[in-house]
Nanobody, 124 residues
Framework: QVQLVESGGGLVQAGDSLRLSCAAS????????MGWFRQAPGKEREFVAA????????YYSDSVKGRFTISRDNAKNTVYLQMNSLKPEDTAVYYC?????????????????WGQGTQVTVSS
């Protein structure tokens, strides 16, 4: 069983930056694609970004493309989400997710492991 623990959320102003981290337990981290999803109050959980097991392939939602960057350090079993130029509409609980396979995907149903979430609040 893989456990995921997010950190790095907080309250920031519009235009600021934050970096989220997600530490994974277990071995063979590089065989697992990782993703970030978010859920705002009253809305469904939505895809934000994903990265393949090797880190070569990355995917982003249109709403964050050009502002957010997903990366991973397989030696540290950690995936990151660098968020720049934050907007109030980025306010949500951000969840780290992991797949049992190395190919990244955008659908929630593809992911087998989930973290507990970290709150990101962007004030205007």
């Amino acid at each position: 069983q893989v456990q995921l623990v997010e950190s790095g959320g907080g309250l920031v102003q519009a235009g600021d930056s934050l970096r989220l981290s997600c530490a994974a337990s277990g071995r063979t981290f590089n065989t697992k694609a990782m993703g970030w999803f978010r859920q705002a109050p009253g809305k469904e959980r939505e895809f934000v970004a994903a990265i393949s097991g090797s880190g070569v392939s990355t995917y982003y939602s249109d709403s964050v493309k050009g502002r957010f960057t997903i990366s991973r350090d397989n030696a540290k079993n950690t995936v990151y989400l660098q968020m720049n130029s934050l907007k109030p509409e980025d306010t949500a609980v951000y969840y780290c997710a992991g797949k049992s396979r190395p190919v990244a995907g955008k659908s929630r149903d593809e992911y087998d492991y989930w973290g507990q979430g970290t709150q990101v609040t962007v004030s205007s």
